[in-house]
T-cell receptor, first 109, second 118 residues
Framework: SQQGEEDPQALSIQEGENATMNCSYKTSINNLQWYRQNSGRGLVHLILIRSNEREKHSGRLRVTLDTSKKSSSLLITASRAADTASYFCAPNRDDKIIFGKGTRLHILP | EPEVTQTPSHQVTQMGQEVILRCVPISNHLYFYWYRQILGQKVEFLVSFYNNEISEKSEIFDDQFSVERPDGSNFTLKIRSTKLEDSAMYFC????????????????FGPGTRLTVL
């Protein structure tokens, strides 16, 4: 299956702390993407990491990819209230994205 | 920044009626997609479209569904005879052509159309 499995299912942290979410998958991939969805809203693309990359940064986001372990992690540093959302990983081998259940991140004031 | 747009934002229809959901992908993108999300459930892939034809579709995308690119800017999803279980958020997405002709690039999603079937 091309679906990513996010872990944990839910995460609550204090504002300002770092949040780490993990993703595991089962097939070979060309790239892996992370998306965010605010409640009832559209999906926002956060970052794409290609299979030949090991780490990528974008602002407060840091993504790692370990293709030998078929896993990825998303780190959000210095979390803010606006980071409260569901986060999905999308291992990509062809054109479609198979979304998992995501990690529900809640930033506490 | 260019974005995917969708109309209408909310569509209410009677069971058995036809609906057309509209999307305007980002202008230089060549791959188009539809996904849906039933309330409280996962986002599900419906169909991908490239070069004026369907490149892949899921089991959900049965004969009641069709897609079309009627002109150079719009991408539509038609549901011929809506059922109660078609009630969901429908998301359109687009991406550039990537490596070796495959998209393999990030997909940009529209804000969605909430379809309510009564």
């Amino acid at each position: 299956s091309q679906q990513g499995e996010e872990d944990p299912q839910a995460l609550s942290i204090q504002e300002g702390e770092n949040a780490t979410m993990n993703c595991s998958y089962k097939t070979s991939i060309n790239n892996l993407q992370w998306y965010r969805q605010n409640s009832g809203r559209g999906l926002v693309h956060l970052i794409l990491i290609r299979s030949n990359e090991r780490e990528k940064h974008s602002g407060r986001l840091r993504v790692t990819l370990d293709t030998s372990k078929k896993s990825s992690s998303l780190l959000i540093t210095a979390s803010r209230a606006a980071d409260t959302a569901s986060y999905f990983c999308a291992p990509n081998r062809d054109d479609k994205i198979i979304f998992g259940k995501g990690t529900r991140l809640h930033i506490l004031p | 920044e260019p974005e995917v747009t969708q109309t209408p934002s909310h569509q209410v229809t009677q069971m058995g009626q036809e609906v057309i959901l509209r999307c305007v992908p980002i202008s230089n993108h060549l791959y188009f997609y539809w996904y849906r999300q039933i309330l409280g459930q996962k986002v599900e892939f419906l169909v991908s479209f490239y070069n004026n034809e369907i490149s892949e579709k899921s089991e959900i995308f049965d004969d009641q569904f069709s897609v079309e690119r009627p002109d150079g800017s719009n991408f539509t999803l038609k549901i011929r005879s809506t059922k109660l279980e078609d009630s969901a958020m429908y998301f359109c997405a687009s991406s550039e052509v990537g490596l070796a002709g495959g998209s393999y690039n990030e997909q940009f999603f529209g804000p969605g159309t909430r379809l309510t079937v009564l």
